[in-house]
């Protein structure tokens, strides 16, 4: 039997050359800090083309387990085993097709109205100008000024051109050459994820098998139970959240687009297009929409930018009330506070991919973090506090669709 003494000294000797070996490797973290973020950089850049993967097959995978359920059903016995593959290939062949139909049906028409409104946006101004001038009283004075602000900004821009962008002009066409070979790595990794993404739809449910075994050979059962019912809570919630999200927007595009037709507003597929990808960002996404979608009428016609206005208030409520609810349910279980918060802080580290995920990355924190207060709050035999808080908040609760 060891000595109690000796077992105490050896864990107090391996501990601290754990502590000290955790400080050498943070000391040179810290010093080669450039170095490790360029070697993670790279990491970052080759495993690229396996995110798109993952992502395309994500976004897909409902569609494959439809496709491979129908085939299951339809085949004779004998080509059972085929469903899975053709449902991999119809759903890759699906995606390609509606990505390829939108780019083709939107993609001309968009940079139609983006020409016309360029072309036309001086005269549009000086109309404008005109409008304002006749219904509300504008002063010629206040039109002199307007008119020397623009030329101002004309003038810069002019000064700019000659003195800056001319002779830099090295340097511009360098950085445009940089931007075409992004533009070429991307649609490469693009290339190798539509790949990747058939591979990991083939095999989905063999990787799903393989990570229960992972897990359960790990893990103690209860904690390997836990664990994949957290998976599946996030599955759920990622899944749902997205897919609903992608639907509702496509359905208030559509709609977008009959409700400018029938008022007869001007580059309704423009604005349609606009309305439509914004209303993914959670919260914010119509208004960020709707703003620049006003301000492009409103240079054509004010009346009808009041309209569309108007309608959009109208088309919001639809969509919060009845087409969102109907799509998405409540998935998350977040109050109002915590969208708003998930989305300026997510957009604030990563963009725009940060507000569109943030609400159901968030929604897992949150639910994570419940877990465990509920835990601890069981633990120390006080568990009638969280049952007096669901009773007193049970709106919290993400609903299951």
Known sequence: MVDPKKKRYLYMSLSIFFAISMSLVLFFLLFRLQSVGNVLNTIVDILAPFAYGGVIAYLLRPLCNTYESFFTDVFPMKMKRFANGFAVMLSIVTGLLVVYTLIIMIAPQLYTSILSLWNSLPDKITQFQIWANQNFGVDEQLLQIIDRIYQFFYNEVKTWVENTLVPNITNVVSGVGTSVLKVLNFLYNLLIGLIVAVYLLGSRKKFARQSVLLVRSCLKPKWADLFLNEIAYV?????????????????????????????????????????????????????????PSTFLILIEDPLKALWFVLFILVLQQVDGNIIGPKILGNTTGLSSFWVLFTIIFFGGLWGVVGMVIAVPLFAVIYDTIKKLVRRGLYHKAQGQMWEQYKADYPDEEPKKK
């Open 235 to 291: 599955d759920r919630v990622f899944g749902g959240f997205i897919d609903g999200k992608l639907l509702d927007s496509a359905i208030i595009g559509v709609l977008c687009y009959i409700g400018c037709l029938l008022l007869r507003i001007p580059n309704a597929l423009l604005i349609s297009a606009i309305v439509g990808i914004t209303n993914i960002i959670p919260f914010f996404g119509p208004f960020i929409g709707a703003i």
